[in-house]
């Protein structure tokens, strides 16, 4: 049988343990259907799916390493994240790891067309909330020009009472000892040795630095911070003058610790083959008079063992950009573009004569207007305290978000997104879901100096003969110049073979 763990999260304080509840209830549903053991589960309270600084989110991450279940289910897929650069991140990871996540909403098959739904079910979403986004905007926008809490994390200095954004004087005068210490030319380091000698902790463990320079960089300690455009100086109280604040940004910025280095994806690591001498080809960098710097793929043989191989390297933009080409250019096969089209716009339909989503928001909401119904007659009868009240304005802010989420669901409903948008969509997600495709799609790629073979995988038979198809390529000078300019002259085994 196989295993599994839950990831369930909520993004805001105005909702509560029943949108945990209504998750897990619908992720065990499909476990049970798909004969899938659930192990335990991973969850995250008022917490962002836009980044992956989530608790549990990462401790789940990191115990994949340890190879005790094979799947992460999620209520859907916006729950794991709504960071499509993060989300690849992490997928190659618990990929690596042997963990694949599922949806127990979104029924994405393991496919090519698979690949192309996930990045479809993304662009649809943010087609289906178009018509909301003004909406949404405009009522934010009055929000701030009435200088009020607009929800989400505070700056540490800052509390909120009766929606309005004031200052926490318990912790204020820590954030001032912050910037006359650095003003006055004091290291961060230094200013964390003090603070914690004197006991002051930030949530029971010493600052951390990139805590103290995020707050020494934060503009709403100045009582203005941007919102894109605009500038928004009614909703922070100044914590921090604003000549001093201007000082310790310039030396923030002057004296910036440490630099990262860019990470750089080989798309075709492990893939590549040597022609010549069947070695594999790996991942080179070199460094050309300019000082540019250059990245090859080359062959180990030559490389690493000296064997007098004739295989030369290629350069690393040349070679992928032409496998790229070539897996898009099979999956722009008409056949291929109309068989998932065709699959989406069935999933659409599906959508929209069982929506569960709406169903499990009007079903909370419902629980929470009878929760208000019974506070208000408690209030009535004379029971009136400051847990009640607290109570009131807490289950008011849950019926407002819960209102906003069902308009969302229900526009969805409203909105059918037509078959030239979702033609539109599928262009965009072939590109940026190349890697993905390459590594489904491709078993291995041998090079010569004059032509490359691009073998497919085939999941759809056992046959030696036709457990994998190749792209043919030839031309009579290297890779590098040549290969861009060539047409397949053989094509052996297609991914029509995955849509049979």
């Not at 009472?161 to 912790?171: C, F, G, H, L």
């Not at 003003?183 to 200013?191: D, K, L, S, T």
């Not at 419902?366 to 019974?374: D, F, K, T």
């Not at 539109?424 to 879901?433: G, M, N």
Request: proline share 3%; with cysteine; charged share 30%.
């Amino acid at each position: 049988m196989k295993t599994a763990v839950i990831y369930a999260r909520y993004s805001s304080d105005s909702q509560t343990e029943q949108s945990i509840e209504g998750q897990l209830r619908e992720c065990e549903e499909y476990a049970k259907k798909n004969n899938i053991l659930i192990l335990g589960t991973y969850i995250d309270r008022a917490m962002t799916g836009t980044n992956d600084n989530r608790p549990d989110f990462q401790r789940m991450i990191k115990d994949s390493s340890r190879k005790e279940w094979d799947f992460i289910l999620v209520y859907k897929l916006d729950r794991f994240s709504r960071n499509k650069y993060e989300t690849a991140i992490h997928k190659n990871t618990l990929k690596n790891n042997g963990v694949k996540v599922l949806s127990a909403m979104e029924n994405i098959p393991d496919t090519p067309e698979g690949i192309i739904l996930e990045s479809m079910l993304e662009g649809m979403n943010q087609y289906y909330s178009a018509e909301l986004s003004q909406k949404v905007k405009r009522g934010m926008r009055e929000t701030r020009l009435k200088g009020l809490y607009q929800g989400g994390g505070l700056p540490y200095g800052y509390k909120v009472v009766d929606r309005k954004i004031v200052i926490d004087e318990t912790k204020a005068e820590t954030v001032r000892f912050m910037f006359r210490q650095y003003a006055n030319g004091g290291y961060v380091r230094e200013i964390i040795d003090d603070l914690t000698s004197k006991g002051i902790l930030y949530k029971g463990k010493p600052f951390a630095t990139n805590t103290v320079y995020g707050i020494l960089k934060n503009e709403k300690y100045s009582g203005v911070y941007m919102h894109g455009d605009e500038v928004v100086d009614n909703m922070y109280p100044r914590l921090i003058d604003k000549d001093l604040f201007d000082t310790v940004r310039q030396k923030v910025d002057k004296n910036k610790f440490g630099k990262r280095s860019v990470k750089v994806e080989y798309l075709l690591r492990n893939k590549l083959i040597c022609g010549y001498c069947g070695k594999p080809i790996s991942a080179d960098t070199g460094t050309a008079r300019n000082g540019e710097v250059r990245r090859y793929y080359k062959c180990i043989g030559r490389k690493k063992y000296n064997n007098g191989c004739p295989k030369t390297q290629v350069r690393k933009e040349d070679l992928e950009e032409c496998v790229v080409n070539a897996v898009i250019q099979e999956m722009r096969k008409p056949e291929i573009m109309d068989a998932i089209v065709a699959k989406l716009m069935q999933l659409q339909n599906a959508n929209e004569s069982a929506n569960s989503s709406l169903t499990m928001l009007l079903n909370e909401k419902q629980g929470v207007e009878r929760s208000l119904a019974n506070l208000v007659s408690a209030i009535e009868n004379g029971i009136v305290s400051n847990t009640t009240n607290k109570r009131l304005h807490e289950l008011e802010k849950q019926q407002e978000e819960l209102e906003r989420q069902i308009l969302v669901e229900r526009s969805k409903q409203s909105v059918k997104v037509p078959e030239s948008e979702i033609r539109r969509f599928y262009a965009q997600a072939l590109k940026a879901e190349s890697r993905a495709l390459i590594n489904l799609l491709i078993k291995e790629i041998v090079l010569y100096n004059d032509k490359i073979e691009i073998h497919y995988n085939n999941p759809t038979t056992k046959s030696p003969d036709e457990s994998q198809g190749f792209l043919f390529y030839s031309g009579k000078g290297k890779i590098v110049s040549e290969i861009q300019n060539k047409k397949p002259l053989i094509v052996k085994i297609t991914i029509e073979m995955y849509l049979r």
